[in-house]
């Protein structure tokens, strides 16, 4: 991730503690923070310190790995149990969590003493977090084919360099492109309630020089109607089976509003989003947040430059805040995988695999 010329990633390993970009004080502060037990971590990902599918995984494998290595000799397997439970229970959604993290048990508990369990849960998160970093790298070079040597795209939420370790899913094409000279712009839905894609996305895009214009998420159909958005790519949480897809709450209606007009919707995911285990969308479990990330807004003040917390609804006023939609497979044009562009439908995916 290149932040005003300096490379760094979202989450890593560093003598046995969690490192990660402290999202939530984004564009308007760069600090890092970091964490030394599972609680701490499972904390990071439910407040959403860090977010994004990948990121999540990621920073789960490297919790459940530290808990391993602080566990003790005595109850090993049920300390690596304990943790995983809390890291497990932070966040629903996203697979990506659950893939790493059944990963670095399954690496600890197969060793034959809790010392070797140890320095394989270590091994194992740092061999996930790298895969997943070529695994983003080869969705840019996959996606990158589909940009012209001038494309507007839309994305939704933020599935860049911050969602992920590193390179990003949705997002990544668009800096393989940049990068191979293509001319790139960005419409960017602001992705309310937390602005994920007014405050991280289009500081990414700032970061790598690319034009952008932040919409209001209402705008979306506006510009596509008006013949101004080429194609849409946006993440995925979790995909189905069939090709269903939980993403951002939103992106349901973009995908429609796509079809409508005519224009390509794909959506870009490593394979740790595919959970095979689940038929369609119907059974993927949607996250429902604090009602106050809908009622309340959070951002920089012109006056103090401080951070301020304003409300935005009457007092008496409550509000529902699901965090993702399921996008049936039949708006979609195709998923961007590593290992290809495919069609979403069982036979398609299956092959991947
Ligand atoms: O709630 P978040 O910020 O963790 O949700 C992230 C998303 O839904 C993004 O849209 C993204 O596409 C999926 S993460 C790669």
Same mark, same amino acid.
């Given at each position: 991730m290149n932040v005003k010329g300096k490379t760094y990633r979202t989450v890593w390993l560093e003598k046995s503690r969690v490192k990660m970009i402290n999202q939530p004080v984004l564009p308007f502060k760069f600090e890092i923070l970091e964490f030394e037990n599972a609680e701490e971590?499972?904390?990071?990902?439910?407040?959403?310190?860090?977010r994004g599918a990948g990121a999540i995984g990621a920073t789960a494998g490297y919790g459940l790995a530290i808990a391993a290595a602080n566990a003790s000799e005595k109850y090993f397997a049920e300390e690596i149990g304990k943790a995983e439970k809390i890291l497990k229970?932070?966040?629903?959604? *996203?697979?990506?969590? /659950?893939?790493?993290?059944?990963?670095?048990?399954?690496?600890?508990?197969?060793e034959k003493n809790a010392k070797k369990g140890k320095e394989a849960a270590i091994a194992k998160a740092k061999e996930l977090a790298k895969k997943q970093v070529e695994m983003c790298e080869r969705i840019g070079e996959q996606g990158e084919k589909l940009l012209e040597r001038e494309s507007r795209v839309l994305t939704h939420c933020n599935a860049g360099w911050l969602a992920f370790v590193d390179w990003g899913s949705a997002m990544a094409p668009i800096y393989k492109a940049k990068r191979a000279g293509k001319k790139i712009f960005v419409w960017v839905d602001e992705t309310r309630p937390r602005l994920q894609g007014a405050r991280l996305t289009a500081w990414e895009l700032a970061n790598?020089?690319?034009?952008?214009?932040?919409?209001?998420?209402? *705008?979306?159909?506006? /510009?596509?109607?008006k013949g101004e958005v080429d194609l849409c790519i946006v993440g995925a949480d979790r995909v189905a089976e069939n090709g269903d897809v939980a993403n951002k709450i939103g992106t349901y209606e973009k995908a429609v509003l796509a079809k409508e007009n005519g224009i390509p919707f794909y959506v870009a995911a490593p394979l740790s989003t595919f959970d095979l285990g689940i038929k369609s969308g119907k059974e993927i479990p949607i996250e429902e947040r604090s009602e106050e990330e809908v009622l309340f807004a959070q951002g920089k003040a012109e006056s103090s430059g401080k951070t301020e917390r304003i409300r935005l609804a009457a007092e008496e006023s409550k509000a529902a805040n699901p965090a993702f939609d399921i996008t049936p497979a039949k708006y979609i044009t195709g998923i961007i995988t590593p290992k290809g562009i495919i069609k979403a439908n069982n036979n398609e995916i299956k092959k991947i695999f």
């Open positions: 971590v499972a904390k990071a990902i439910k407040e959403m310190v860090v229970a932070s966040r629903p959604t *996203a697979y990506d969590l /659950f893939y790493f993290t059944d990963r670095v048990k399954e690496a600890a508990l197969s790598e020089k690319i034009g952008h214009k932040v919409i209001a998420d209402n *705008a979306a159909g506006h /510009f596509m109607q």
